[in-house]
């Protein structure tokens, strides 16, 4: 452990020894990122990445699915995650998975499992879980690894790491940021992430056809009980009509939820004949609890689930009655 570091979460740190034992003496390893990934999953998938490529550890950056965030593009490594699974491996490590149906395969009961994660609805899935819901993102987590193992900090990791956080937490935004988390980041920084370049990356490189699909959600957009809850959703035949991608349209909850009298947000779209749901809230209104009874999870104030039907309308009665 570096003398220097702090640990200060709910990590157990014998896990975080051996950890490093399983990666260490593994031949293959097979890192998992969540179905339908986000930012923080990738760059905590890109850091360890990155340091299993400079110290020549074998490995393969997974996701099931082939679309990917394409503003996460500049991450050194980002090109080589691939949606085909290896033939063998001896080590599987998930990263960002609340659950274990997030991963989007079946783990082979033989092979040790190394599950990092910062959502408080896991229930412990790995061999080796390093979990911290307190945590900002799984990026934060990656770090405390890092850290506590004394692990090398290169510049590329070290972006990966940054961009992971930032992401996570709305720009630093979110009440899981705490002055270790500020920390992380300005020793980030002294290791070659360049706050300003990635900002730029993140925010900067819009697809037109986001901008064509976001004022048809914006249409869609009810407000319930008062104007505390607001709802909006997406039609399938408006991704082919602009050429969206679901990805395009994760902005469209946050800025609903911006609206002042607004207290919960809920957007509902399909994907892989399911209805997707996404619940943010402000102040200390547990949205969790809610995704929870269909099977998803999350944290306080932002979570997210599937429910078997693929209409939105649907959906969104099934959802809304839940508050009521």
């Not at 999953?41 to 110290?55: G, K």
Request: net charge neutral; with cysteine.
């Amino acid at each position: 452990m570096k003398k220097d570091f702090i640990l200060n979460n709910k990590l157990d740190t014998s896990s975080l020894v051996a950890a490093l034992g399983l990666i260490e003496k593994s031949r293959y390893i097979l890192i998992v990122t969540h179905v339908n990934p986000d930012a923080d999953t990738i760059a905590s998938a890109l850091a360890l990445s990155n340091y299993f490529l400079e110290n020549k550890i074998n490995h393969k950056v997974f996701n099931v699915g082939s679309d990917l965030p394409r503003n996460l593009d500049f991450i050194n490594g980002y090109s080589k995650i691939t949606n085909q699974l290896p033939k063998s491996y001896d080590l599987l490590i998930s990263v960002d998975c609340g659950a274990k149906s997030r991963l989007g395969i079946d783990i082979p009961k033989n092979i040790p499992h190394i599950n990092f994660d910062h959502h408080k609805s896991n229930d412990n899935f790995g061999t080796i879980n390093l979990v911290d819901p307190f945590k900002s993102s799984t990026s934060e987590v990656v770090y405390d690894f890092f850290k506590f193992n004394g692990l090398y900090i290169t510049k590329n990791s070290a972006t990966a790491m940054y961009v992971g956080i930032y992401d996570d937490s709305l720009a630093f935004t979110v009440n899981r940021c705490d002055e270790f988390t500020y920390g992380k980041i300005n020793y980030l920084v002294k290791c070659g992430a360049n706050p300003s370049l990635i900002a730029d990356l993140l925010t900067r490189r819009d697809s037109l056809a986001k901008y064509r699909i976001l004022p048809k959600i914006f249409e869609s957009l009810e407000l319930h009980n008062e104007g505390k809850i607001a709802t909006i959703y997406a039609k399938p035949e408006w991704f082919k009509q602009t050429g969206a991608t679901l990805l395009d349209t994760e902005v469209a909850l946050n800025m609903v939820l911006n609206i002042s009298v607004v207290k919960i947000a809920i957007y509902f779209r399909v994907s892989n004949e399911k209805v997707r749901v996404s619940l943010r809230s402000k102040e200390k209104i547990d949205v969790s609890t809610v995704a929870a009874k269909f099977n998803g999870g999350g944290h306080l104030n932002a979570a997210g689930c599937s429910l078997e039907c693929n209409d939105v309308f649907e959906a969104k009665e099934i959802v809304l009655k839940e508050f009521s």
